[in-house]
């Protein structure tokens, strides 16, 4: 089917016969490329082309004003604001730019639509003093007031701000668009025998309006609409804008409407995609480019992003079979890589200022800007750094690393010195050296042998961006602070694109649904059909509240919805094959509801308005692996076996027993690997870095009483010295400067208060007439244990916490700071003592009595033993012991045969390490 510019090229060409003459005027520049070549093709003979521009070059051709860019704009407006407003009583730039943003907007509406911005704005203002009318005395308040005010001062803000701008011919897109259509017939006369073709428009502002009626008027132009009978058949809202013109414009009293044709239902197929999230739809998408380049080649295909965001998946999801893309369409600097780089900057400065401190960063920043990408790959031929800055974290606990530190941490690498300098130091100076700080830091990276081409893109684009932000601040000075610059550097990013290149006539096209309008494509794929993409959502971002904006008939997201609908349905006109992608997961929220589009589309079939457009439903969903999930198991290899017996030599303790019982592939990780858990900084205290502060101020307190019988003056004498032995142990474990405030304060006075609980029982004890001596504390014992079908010993080791004797019976303690109940001390049958993690705390009791008894004197070995576990979370049970009973000789031997059972299993390499369900350490 011919292609709406092909028409609209044949037509003209048939009518004019001077193309010198002609101005081909279009909704974008994208358009104009395609319309060359349908020019270029259609011309016969030597001849110049005729013009080509988009309508918003025109535009400010016509006004002669240069159209300022958002941030451009903001900073002129804020120097009219604080011209207009009272000394005192002026925004700071960061709050001003949060809500000026937002009125330029509503300026920029105003005066492309030709209002009256003096009335609107006085009846804006009047409705928000209404709003606040109350019948009540003294019921104003400073906040009402200011708010007020505010709506009060939009008019004056507007007008001081038009007539700065007008003075230095330049402006707003609004204030550009009203002055051409004021200056309209003066451009004309400049340009007497120029013929102008308005071609693919929809949506036009008044402004707009005004300037093509006229043109029409003069006879000076034409205008061809791609509108489709479909829109009035199906009362669709595309047809809105088209409607409109019709009944309102005089031009259309004497001339027909160029061109409403019937387009869309002709033979075509749509296909509907149901897939769920993302990803699944550009997968699936990247499967249909491949299938139509093997059956219909792509060239004349367009894929259509919805979501722009996922631009860089679908350049991943590419076929390698297609030869050539051209992406039409920018990717939000935001979104690239480096743009989290300066994000860690600013935030670890911000930071430094919000904590107020003035030479030290705090850790999480530092890591966030060392572990960049962009900066790993300086720093990762320094063999040592890595290390260092580990230390520092884990060893040192450093919760905030000085300047000092991180340049200790470069050691003496000039590269990494300079970096530091760079980064780190002297960021406590003017706007201006803030800004060079950042354009230091592109220099130096530029520099850097890991370049490439898209690196050094990114780079150039940022580079541009604190070049822009030096000339503005040097023109008006209003960047004074770090904040500042951040929420400018920010407004900026939001607007900044990075663009493609590549060729625009060739291959597969990739855009977003504007730069699609007035090109036509065979094949079409559409993603993210689905409400808050296609169209975007209603939201009102503006000063201006609807019911205000419906009365004085303004532009709402109505307008915009119909706009999308508009663009959407026009790819449906000469295209063959349609595919639509939408996610079909609904959350609660509501988002996943399928586009109001695909129930237009399903509603026209079923009554009957699109007979020749077939439409095809499908639910593609991932493929799911039909097998059960299948447990890890190693198999124990030569090297496996080799490690095992290093560790027999070393020795088991009964932790390491207990991660085999609870899971034979932690145990292989940890005991067998080596591979420790992942480590972070602690910033409030860990349970284990608490249970040793606990662990070391009991043996310290009571070190001096070894061989020795307690008694009511000792613990007394305990209790004053327990304060200051908790602060020691902290200071050795963790830090004393991070336990004065916060959770690490009320883990302190837990700690105080755990300490003090267990000497308050040792006095109860006391006084119920309990003698009690300390006979060890923190004894590591070992054995050489030989078990019975292994041909060599494993050793066995612990660290027992306290051993004393209470009433003449021997007593093992092993201290837990976590809750620990009687019942986890129990066990009836033998078996389950090494196969269930609810009995490794029986299991570790039992290790050190067998310990203790192999390793003390016969007549030790003759006296009763007890070994148990006090909780200090559950001290009311006071010390439990293994099955509330003494540790016989026969229970011994009952935990030496499950020992031997379990040390069996470990060592018989036909057994793997099977994971067990539920694993309990994450690597």
Not at 469 to 482: A, K, M, Q, T, V
């Amino acid at each position: 089917m011919q292609s709406f510019l092909s028409k609209v090229v044949y037509e003209v060409l048939q009518s004019e016969t001077r193309p010198e003459e002609i101005t081909f005027v279009l909704p974008n520049k994208r358009s104009g490329l395609f319309l060359k070549n349908h020019l270029k093709t259609a011309l016969k003979g030597n001849t110049f082309l005729p013009r080509i521009i988009s309508i918003e070059d025109l535009v400010k051709e016509i006004s002669g004003f240069e159209l300022l860019d958002n941030v451009s704009l903001l900073f002129e407006f804020y120097a009219v604001y604080k011209t207009c407003s009272p000394k005192g009583k002026t925004d700071r730039f960061e709050d001003f730019s949060k809500w000026a943003s937002i009125l330029l907007q509503d300026f920029n509406d105003i005066d492309s639509n030709l209002f009256d911005a003096d009335d609107l704005l006085d009846y804006l203002h009047d409705s928000k003093r209404i709003e606040q009318w109350n019948l009540k005395e003294n019921s104003r308040t400073e906040l009402i007031d200011n708010y007020l005010s505010f709506f009060e001062n939009i008019k004056t803000y507007h007008q001081f701000l038009w007539k700065h701008l007008c003075s230095k011919k330049m402006g707003y897109q609004g204030l550009v668009y009203r002055i051409a259509s004021e200056r309209i017939q003066e451009y004309l006369s400049a340009k007497p025998r120029e013929k102008f073709i308005f071609a693919g428009f929809n949506a036009l502002n008044k402004s707009e309006e005004k300037i093509i009626q006229k043109l029409l008027f003069l006879k000076r132009a034409d205008i061809y609409w791609d509108d489709d009978v479909f829109y009035n058949n199906s009362n669709n809202q595309s047809q809105q804008f088209f409607k409109k013109y019709k009944r309102e414009w005089p031009h259309y009293i004497n001339h027909d409407f160029k061109w409403q044709a019937s387009c869309i239902n002709r033979k075509k197929t749509i296909y509907l995609y149901g897939l769920p999230k993302n990803i699944s739809q550009i997968k699936h998408a990247g499967t249909l480019i491949k299938e139509l380049h093997l059956n219909h080649g792509i060239e004349d295909t367009a894929v259509i992003l919805g979501n722009e965001k996922l631009l860089p998946s679908l350049l991943n999801s590419i076929p390698e079979e297609i030869p050539k893309a051209n992406i039409t369409m920018g990717y939000e600097l935001q979104n690239v890589a480096l743009s989290s780089l300066f994000e860690s900057i600013f935030k670890l400065h911000l930071n430094r200022s919000r904590w107020k401190k003035e030479n030290a960063f705090y850790h999480k920043d530092v890591s966030a800007v060392i572990n960049d990408p962009f900066f790993q790959v300086l720093w990762i031929n320094h063999n040592e750094f890595a290390k260092n800055f580990k230390n520092l974290l884990f060893q040192d606990r450093a919760i905030f690393i000085t300047e000092q530190e991180l340049l200790d941490l470069a050691n003496g690498s000039r590269e990494l010195t300079e970096l530091f300098h760079i980064v780190f130091l002297d960021w406590d100076s003017s706007a201006e050296a803030l800004i060079d700080k950042f354009g230091a830091l592109i220099e130096f990276l530029r520099a850097t042998e890991t370049q490439n081409n898209l690196y050094q893109e990114y780079l150039y684009r940022f580079h541009n961006i604190f070049l822009q932000l030096s000339n503005l601040n040097r023109d008006f000075g209003f960047i004074d602070n770090l904040n500042t610059l951040y929420q400018i550097f920010h407004q900026i990013l939001k607007t900044e694109k990075l663009s493609f290149q590549g060729e625009p006539l060739e291959g597969l096209q990739i855009m977003g649904l504007l730069e699609s309008r007035v090109l036509d494509f065979k094949h079409v794929i559409i993603t993210s059909v689905n409400e808050g993409f296609l169209p975007a959502g209603g939201s009102n971002n503006s000063f201006i509240p609807l019911d205000i904006k419906t009365e004085k008939k303004m532009p709402t997201f109505f307008d915009r919805d119909a706009i999308f609908s508009y663009h959407f349905f026009r790819l449906f006109h000469r295209a063959e094959h349609i595919h639509l992608l939408y996610n079909n997961i609904t959350d609660d929220f509501g988002s996943g509801e399928p586009s109001r589009f695909i129930r237009q589309l399903e509603a026209a079939k079923e009554l009957g308005q699109l007979e020749h457009v077939d439409i095809i439903k499908k639910i593609i969903s991932p493929r799911l692996n039909p097998l059960p999930l299948v447990l890890n198991s190693i198999e124990k290899t030569e090297d496996v076996l080799l490690r095992l017996l290093n560790l027999a030599s070393k020795g088991f303790s009964p932790s390491s027993l207990g991660n085999y019982i609870r899971n034979p592939l932690d145990f292989y990780k940890r005991s067998v690997l080596g591979i420790e858990e992942f480590e972070e900084v602690e910033e409030t205290i860990a349970s284990k870095t608490f249970g040793t502060v606990i662990h070391d101020s009991l043996e310290q307190l009571y070190l001096p009483l070894k061989g020795k019988f307690l008694n009511k003056s000792i613990i007394t004498d305990l209790k004053s010295k327990m304060t200051d032995e908790v602060i020691r142990q902290f200071r050795k474990s963790y830090s004393v400067k991070s336990i004065r405030t916060g959770k690490n304060y009320l883990s302190f006075e837990i700690a105080k208060q755990f300490i003090l609980n267990y000497l308050n029982h040792e006095l109860s004890e006391l006084e119920r007439g309990k003698k009690i001596k300390i006979l060890g504390l923190e004894e590591s014992l070992t054995v050489s244990h030989q078990v019975k079908g292994l041909d060599f010993p494993v050793r066995i080791k612990g660290k027992i916490d306290r051993i004393d004797e209470v009433d003449g019976v021997m007593r093992i303690l092993d201290y837990k700071t976590g809750k620990v109940g009687p019942s986890q001390l129990k066990i009836t049958d033998w078996n389950l003592l090494t196969t269930e993690e609810k009995y490794t705390k029986s299991f570790q009791v039992l290790t050190y009595a067998y310990l203790y008894q192999i390793n003390h004197p016969k007549e030790d070995r003759e006296r009763s033993l007890e070994s148990g576990i006090v909780s200090f979370k559950n001290l009311k049970y006071g010390f439990m012991k293994f099955n509330n009973d003494l540790v016989t000789d026969e229970t011994l031997k009952s935990y030496i045969n499950e020992l031997d059972h379990l040390l069996l299993e470990i060592f018989d390499e036909t057994i793997p390490f099977r994971e067990k369900e539920l694993p309990v350490f994450s690597f």
